[in-house]
C-alpha cells in the first residue's frame, strides 16, 4: 500500500487514524470480515482494506452515498466536486469508484449502497472490526451502535470515529 497516495485522497481520514485502522484490520480480522458505516471516498475503507490481507479478509463498506447532512448544499463540507446536478444531490459514487480502482488493496473491499441501517437485519456474519462513520447526529450514531454492535465477534474490534470536538458537546 502506498499511504502516501492513500493519503492524498480526498476525504476526511487523517493519516494517523487510518494507520490506527490498518493495525486494528491486522489485529482483529481473524475474528471474521470488517464492516464500515460510512464509504464517502473508500479512504478509510482502503486503509482498512490495507490490514485486511493479512487475514484474507473482505472489507465490507456500507453508504447510501447522498452524503451526510454536513455535506449537503448550504452546509460547512459541502463540496461542488461531488454534488451531481443531474440527480439533484450530493452523489459520492465517483468519487468512491475512482479512489478505489487506484490501489491493488481494493480487491479485499465490497461496497454496498443503502442505508446501512436496512442491511442491519439481513446481517448474518461476525464481524472482526466494525467501524461506525456515517452519519454524526447523535440519532443515527446510536442507531448504527444499536442495530450493528450485536454483529461482532466477542473479541472483534468496535470502532467509531467522531467529528465534534469534545468541548462543541457540552452545554454552555
Known amino acids: 500500500m502506498n499511504f502516501e497516495q492513500l493519503n492524498s485522497l480526498k476525504g476526511f481520514m487523517p493519516s494517523h487514524e487510518g494507520l490506527a485502522l490498518t493495525k486494528w484490520a491486522k489485529k482483529f480480522l481473524n475474528h471474521g470480515p470488517a464492516l464500515e458505516i460510512g464509504t464517502f471516498g473508500a479512504k478509510s475503507t482502503l486503509y482498512i482494506a490495507a490490514g485486511s490481507s493479512t487475514h484474507n479478509q473482505l472489507v465490507f463498506t456500507i453508504d447510501h452515498h447522498s452524503g451526510s447532512e454536513e455535506h449537503q448544499l448550504g452546509e460547512e463540507y459541502f463540496d461542488p466536486e461531488i454534488y451531481d446536478e443531474k440527480l439533484g444531490r450530493v452523489n459520492t459514487v465517483p468519487l468512491m469508484q475512482s479512489n478505489l480502482q487506484q490501489f491493488d488493496e481494493s480487491k479485499w473491499v465490497v461496497p454496498i449502497l443503502a442505508d446501512a441501517n436496512s442491511i442491519a437485519p439481513l446481517w448474518r456474519t461476525e464481524l472482526g472490526l466494525l467501524f461506525i462513520d456515517g452519519s454524526h447526529t447523535e440519532i443515527s450514531a446510536m442507531n448504527d ?28
Do not use: C, F, R, T
Open 145 to 172: 451502535y444499536d442495530n450493528w454492535s450485536a454483529k461482532l465477534h466477542p473479541k472483534g474490534a468496535l470502532v467509531i470515529h467522531d467529528i465534534y470536538e469534545k468541548h462543541l458537546l457540552q452545554p454552555s
